[in-house]
């Protein structure tokens, strides 16, 4: 059961990426305007850590991955207090890359209602068990994402605040200018992500939370489009050649990633600037202590956890260290950097982000059958 284990650092020179509306910690940040927004952040005994939920993270990067070529988002519905995708991987790469969980209303006259409603809008129906209730679908997410959280905390006194008007009125009723205030920080946010890649892919249909894959429906679909029995025939799985372009795709749309709040007054590029990828036996992930902070609260790189990792997990690496670097970020720890990834067997050598991803990409077509097993 082979992962791919990422980890990437955004920099943040003024930024407010992630939104958490109008309330503040009174103790520490104090809100003396009505009009206020406020950025998401922990606050510990060190001080105010700025984050990003992995959720946002997650759509930016079902958006971004909208713009890749051949790339098959999951149509949604919403019923007045739930919403879900279409819970069908075998057709949509996003259901079968973030997983879902489907469990309409149900009820023999709710049941109808919606499967007309499904129908017009183009998704797939689903089985109805006993009293017309739908059979519920769920599916873990083979990609896994962390909270993007600040490396270092920040006193309350360096968050930004941002004073503005609206004075673009002419409404004599309302003379005055309509002022606001909203946070922003100046930050390096690191996240860590990762890949199941043994279920790309493969799609379950045993009665266990998270393996409930396909219904009847679902599994009828499998048997036409001619997918595989696997794992003794609990489960049906796409060829290889499919496989590894779903996961071509999403590694496409990491290297395309944008989004965020506030870009219109604060425009911050969330590409990685520093990224590291690995795959490895086992789920445990491979750089979560690669990256740190400095006394100045300045990233710094972590060669010597990337060479005990190395070491350690040795005889389960499937593939060497993909370590991107920004020219201009960290230039610095370059030297190092590059010297402790040439160390490492398997490893190409340190490039720009973009071609540490579009490297694993490369050579998934020679490693296909031994990272997909």
Known sequence: MAHLSGLMLIDCPA???????????????????????????????????????AQAFRYWLRESLREVPDWTPSPTFREEKIAYTDANPIEYAEDDVFGYMRAPGGGSEGAKALKEKWSAKGLTGQETGSKDKFVALTRNSPFKASTLMSLAPLRPSEMGFDYGTMTRTEDSEYPNPVPYVHEFYRSTLMGLFSIDLRMLGRFYFVERTG??????????????????????????????????????????????????????????????????????????????????????????????????????????????????????????????????????PGSPTVGHPVEALRNVIKDLDSNAEKWLE
């Open 15 to 53: 930024s407010a990426l992630n939104n958490a509306g109008q309330q503040i910690d009174m103790v520490n940040r104090e809100r003396q305007h009505d009009n206020w927004s406020a950025t998401k952040t922990v606050t510990t005994r060190q001080g105010v850590f700025p984050y990003v939920s």
């Open 211 to 344: 393996y409930r894959h396909l219904d009847s429906v679902r599994k009828a679909l499998a048997e036409k489009k001619k997918l595989k029995p696997y794992d003794n025939g609990r489960a049906f799985e796409f060829d290889l050649p499919t496989r590894k372009n779903r996961l071509a795709q999403l590694l496409e749309g990491l290297a395309r990633i944008s989004g965020g709040a506030k870009q219109a007054v604060h425009y911050t590029d969330v590409s990685p600037r520093f990224l590291l990828l690995g795959v490895a036996k086992g789920g445990n992930h491979l750089f979560g202590t690669s990256v740190g902070a400095d006394k100045e609260s300045r990233p710094l790189i972590r060669t010597a956890a990337l060479e005990e990792v190395a070491k350690v997990f040795k005889d389960d690496l499937l593939s060497g260290f993909y370590a991107g670097l920004a020219q201009g970020y960290l230039d610095e720890q370059r030297d190092a950097l590059e010297k402790q990834i040439g160390a490492i």
